[in-house]
């Protein structure tokens, strides 16, 4: 089975660019919480083992390579689209201003930016690169969708605590049953996405 490979990354290198940076997102589905992206610089020379699409992962083997990325990449930069921004500009528009804001936080300038799926965010400081399912064909991009997933969990078990009730740190804010029941229940709090809507067969029409 084939996995997350340097390719993108060296040939950019053998093209005369110093540093690339992959770009992930997690978080555009749930009825709460943020959109989170990370954007992360590896080093050619000390690429962490065991990289892949965080969604191939265990969460614990998720947990373990997180400190890895952070100690061996070159840079590594997390941003935010809030609930508030995401009803604001629609889930897509929230994730790409996530996506340049990411980017543009590493204290290293990257070259070239490969961004997971089919857009390129304007504002970036450099070209990008577009791949679809590239959390699973980059190492850059697999490595930073292990870090937007992480911190993002990490974040929305937080919530959990100044938010009991939504079970928050079960679901990170995706619909589940337990989930609708008790947005039906409580009504929605300060971090539910307003302009999400549930289906008509969970009770209610929208956030």
Known sequence: MTGPHFDFEREALAGGR?????VDEVGRGPLAGPVGV???ILDPDDLPEGLDD???LTEAKREA???VILARAVSVAVAFASAEEIDRYNIR????????????AL?????????DGRDVPDGLPCPGRPIIGGDALSLSIAAASIVAKTTRDALMRNLDRDFPGYGFCDHVGYAT????????T?????????????RPEDGADAL
Do not use: E
């Not at 528009?93 to 543009?104: D, E, H, K, N, S």
């Open 54 to 56: 965080s969604k191939a």
């Open 107 to 115: 204290h290293v300038p990257p070259d070239l930016v490969l961004v």
């Open 18 to 22: 110093r540093w690339v940076a992959g």
């Open 177 to 184: 049953a337990v989930h609708r029941s008790a947005l039906l």
């Open 186 to 198: 409580l009504g929605p709090g300060p971090y539910h996405r307003r302009s999400f809507r549930l």
């Open 38 to 40: 990370a954007a992360v």
């Open 93 to 104: 528009g929230a994730t790409l201003r996530a996506m340049t804001r990411a980017v543009r």
């Open 65 to 67: 390579l997180r400190p």
